[in-house]
């Protein structure tokens, strides 16, 4: 029987069917009852099932390098705790938590430290993705809400994404918005620097320079203004307006000011401005792009005030409307994981600590907020943070500025890292490593952008010694002499508690109000369906939060020249691949997964690229002022010139390049410490190398020193990339030192090694080249899972002895079709959409991820023609 349950990796939050077919193996479906996606799937979570084996897991409690048992390990790190608290005070210690935490785990995490330990020093990941957006509606609504679901993008006309590349971060609804365009002609607008995949297929796309979203959006607000279209009753109504701001508008916001500002066409400018203020269903959904910035709260109020000035909100169809990173960030919001909020809801007034403090009973509660995550790692690096407990995340990778972070957690006197992998880039720093369990054994629920919450349940049981994070935390607290406040049964238990926490003294002061399940029975929570709170559109009625029911509009801050500041001659963007998801430590595990994009590469415009005398597939060192890593070439026109974008996921154990967290500057948000991922000073330079090449292998291998490798999972095997300088052969052999079959063409600088069996079948084969094309790597690594025999000579010719198509970079991973593939098809059988390639190749046809590429080689391919 198929069990329900949530997929672990974006906001979206589908539900999932899972049927398990064996001891670690599973079939995963989309659950048609689910709100979120109504039985669709993306292509991360389509091939969740081959996510779910052993390999790399922490299956025991770890003290440096020795195992040990759970009693061991557990007294150990409630005594340090303790020691540290009671010769240094409660501000010397710290949690750094995670949106992969349940609501469960997350809440008893921030009950220990902000009721108990006394301090408010437990700060998320989620910091980095979406705590503007929490800052921006706390200081609009009064309350953390999202005003809209995801049934508005079915009853929207006009749709902006502003920073969102959702085809590929958030494929789910990518998938409803295609749907909705199709069936009632929604608009799409799409604001963002670079051409993404979402922006290809847009009814406009404005590339705006880099954190200008503040002035098109006060811009717009202009426009409205001076053209009567903003709702002055539904202002005087439920909205609070400061003094001069409407005077201020008038202050350098007219179109022609606004599209030099944004670098935009001022003609497209005013066509957005025409088309928002001609639709009154107008949703504007803000992701990563606005909140990853120096400016992200501001930029998310600037998009609320447009929306509470045209009383474009709390209606069907319209609203603005933050999508989440990862799959509980919500969830987190909800308990008080970061360090400026207390609990469900609440902040650090007088009456809300008291508050609180009574519902826990608790001995002590933290006085005021805590350190953000970079001022935290900060404070790890200064000493004043002594003890840190990592539950369920990779600072040492995600964080900027992660050599610095490096730095401090190898200088603190004790690092507790709580992870579902043994090795990560973080818990190399761990002094304790204590094995949490993962998806598909984890039990708790989740809360995704939409307010929905759904169950995650189990599907294997615990493997080795792994345990729930709520019940390792639990256990802690015990120790550290909290027995009373946590001696949860079960994670039913701590929902019970989370839902009459919320419903304590509210009286409908804020929405967040879970009272309605606060008695739930075990039975009913294992059973729970998917579950909103605050209903279809929280704000319908213009009651708000803040005191007194209105809402408020902010007055923005004007725009500082970043790239004055830093006087670096580039821009530099980063954000996800379609395929990938945050620090690889899941998605790196799938074969499927890690063919579509499995190099970390720098796009650069083609005029950028040549004028650094870069071509795609050289090799680049980025630099800023926070490090260097080494990336591919990629030259594609969707990049803006003067601007690069990298991706966000290569760590230690992929790359020793590539590596994003090494380059993002540590300087954040004022309002809501956020740092500022997607715009930082950088100069590329072309990095040297005499020879290149790739390896495919059974196991991952050891390579010498190389100034580049890469690695990435094939079925049975991996595909390395490299690129160095020195000895060529020397390299070669050392990386692949019991090869049977070899060429060495000393003339040409070209190296080819094999190892095969006896039978025929390959082991591993290293290709390297000082300038020759080398052959195509998809045969090759296709050999590592097939039943054929090939042998020695056609391994080293690097294909097989008929001739054999290049099915080229895989598009589609469902059906493992390549662009080449594609691209004849499109030419032979004349296809002109994307339905048409389907049926012939069925391309597309499974998760559908990778239709937005499809349709850009349609594009490409119709303008070639065309040309
Ligand atoms: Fe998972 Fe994809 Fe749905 Fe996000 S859109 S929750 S990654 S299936």
Request: negative net charge; aromatic residues 8%.
């Amino acid at each position: 029987m198929a069990i329900r349950t949530a997929c672990p990796y974006c906001g979206v939050g589908c539900g999932i069917k899972a049927k398990r077919t064996g001891t670690r193996t599973v079939e995963i479906s989309g659950d048609p009852a689910h709100p979120a996606n109504r039985g669709k799937l993306c292509s991360k979570g389509t091939h969740l099932g081959e996510t779910v084996g052993l390999e790399g897991r922490l299956l025991s409690p770890m003290i440096g390098e020795r195992e040990a048992g759970w009693d061991e390990a557990l007294d150990l790190v409630a005594a340090r705790f303790k020691q540290t608290i009671a010769e240094h005070g409660p501000g010397s210690v710290a949690f750094y938590v995670s949106g992969q935490l349940l609501t469960e785990d997350y809440y008893v995490a921030n009950k220990l430290m902000k009721g108990f330990i006394g301090t408010a020093n437990i700060d998320t990941n989620s910091r980095l993705c979406m705590a503007s957006a929490v800052a921006a509606h706390n200081r609009a609504f009064g309350e953390d809400v999202v005003p809209c679901t995801y049934d508005d993008l079915d009853e929207s006309d006009l749709i902006v994404l502003v920073g969102s590349n959702t085809a590929w971060c958030h494929p789910v609804v990518w998938q409803r918005i295609e749907a909705a365009r199709a069936k009632r002609g929604t608009k799409l607008v799409v604001i963002d620097p670079r051409r993404t995949e979402t922006a290809e297929g847009a009814d406009l796309h404005l590339p705006l320079r880099p954190d200008s979203d503040v002035e098109l959006f006060t811009g717009l607000l202009k426009w409205l203004q001076d053209r009567g279209a903003l709702d002055d009753a539904y202002l005087a109504a439920h909205v609070d307006v400061p003094e001069t701001f409407r005077e201020s508008l008038d202050q350098g916001h007219d179109l022609w000011t606004t599209a030099r500002q944004c670098d935009v066409p001022a003609a497209d400018l005013q066509r957005f401005f025409e088309m928002f203020a001609a639709t009154p269903r107008a949703l504007t959904l803000f992701s990563q792009g606005a909140n990853q910035s120096v400016r992200g709260t501001d930029k998310g109020n600037a998009i609320i005030n447009v929306h509470l000035a045209t009383g474009r909100i709390g209606k069907p169809g319209s609203g603005p409307f933050s999508i989440t990173g990862q799959p509980n960030a919500m969830g987190g919001r909800e308990v008080g994981g970061l360090a400026s909020t207390l609990a469900a809801h609440m902040g650090f007034s007088e009456a809300e600590k008291s508050r609180v403090q009574r519902f826990w009973n608790s001995p002590a509660i933290a006085p005021e907020p805590g350190l953000k995550a970079v001022d935290m790692f900060r404070a790890v690096a200064d000493g004043r943070i002594k003890a840190i407990w990592v539950m369920a995340t990779n600072p040492a990778v995600s964080l900027p500025d992660a050599g610095a972070v490096r730095d401090a957690l190898a200088a603190c006197p004790f690092v507790v890292v709580s992870d579902v992998i043994a090795d990560t880039d973080t818990s190399k720093f761990a002094h304790v490593r204590l094995p949490a369990t993962a998806w598909g054994e984890k039990d708790g629920t989740v809360t995704n952008s939409a307010r929905t919450i759904s169950r995650q349940r189990p599907i294997f049981e615990a493997p080795g010694l792994a345990r729930g994070d709520w019940w390792i935390i639990d256990e802690v607290a015990k120790r550290m002499g909290f027995a009373d406040a946590f001696s949860y049964k079960n994670p039913a238990d701590i929902f019970r508690e989370h839902c009459a926490l919320s419903t304590f003294e509210n009286r409908g002061a804020r929405q967040f109000d879970l009272g309605e399940w606060a008695q739930i029975s075990d039975a009913d929570y294992d059973a729970l369906t998917p579950t909103r709170w605050a209903g279809a559109h929280p704000f319908a009625d213009g009651k708000f939060t803040h005191e007194g029911g209105r809402a408020r509009l902010i007055s923005t801050a004007p725009a500082t020249d970043t790239a004055a500041a830093d006087a670096l001659p580039m821009r530099l963007n980063s954000g996800r691949y379609r395929d990938q998801w945050h620090t690889m430590t899941r998605t790196g595990l799938s074969p499927r997964l890690s063919q579509h994009r499995s190099e970390p590469l720098v796009e650069l415009h083609p005029q950028d690229a040549e004028a650094l005398d870069l071509a795609e597939g050289d090799l680049a060192e980025v630099e800023t002022a926070s490090g260097k890593s080494i990336f591919k070439v990629l030259v594609t026109d969707a990049q803006r010139r003067g601007e690069a974008f990298v991706p966000m996921h290569w760590t230690d154990g992929f790359s020793n390049g590539g590596r994003m967290g090494r380059l993002a500057s540590p300087a954040t948000d004022p309002v809501s410490g956020q740092p500022g991922y997607k715009n930082t000073g950088v100069r590329i330079a072309k990095a040297n190398t005499a020879w290149r090449g790739f390896m495919v292998s059974r196991e991952a291998p050891t390579l010498p020193d190389c100034l580049y490798w890469t690695q990435t999972r094939r079925a049975g095997g991996w595909l390395t990339e490299f690129a160095g300088n020195g000895d060529a052969e020397a390299f070669a052999e050392a990386a692949l030192p019991d090869a049977d079959a070899i060429v060495a063409d000393t003339a040409r600088g070209a190296v080819r090694r094999a190892s095969v069996g006896a039978d025929g079948t390959l082991g591993a084969a290293l290709f390297l080249t000082h300038g020759a094309d080398l052959p195509s790597r998809n045969w090759i690594a296709a050999q590592l899972d097939s039943v054929d025999a090939p042998g020695a000579a056609a391994i080293l010719a690097g294909r097989p002895a008929g001739a054999m198509a290049d099915p080229g970079e895989i598009v589609c991973v469902c059906f493992n079709v390549g662009i080449n593939t594609i691209l004849s098809a499109i030419a032979k059988q004349s296809l002109t959409s994307v339905a048409a390639i389907g049926e012939a190749l069925s391309a597309g046809t499974n998760c559908g991820s990778c239709r937005p590429a499809m349709q850009q080689l349609l594009k490409r391919e119709r303008q070639t023609a065309n040309a």
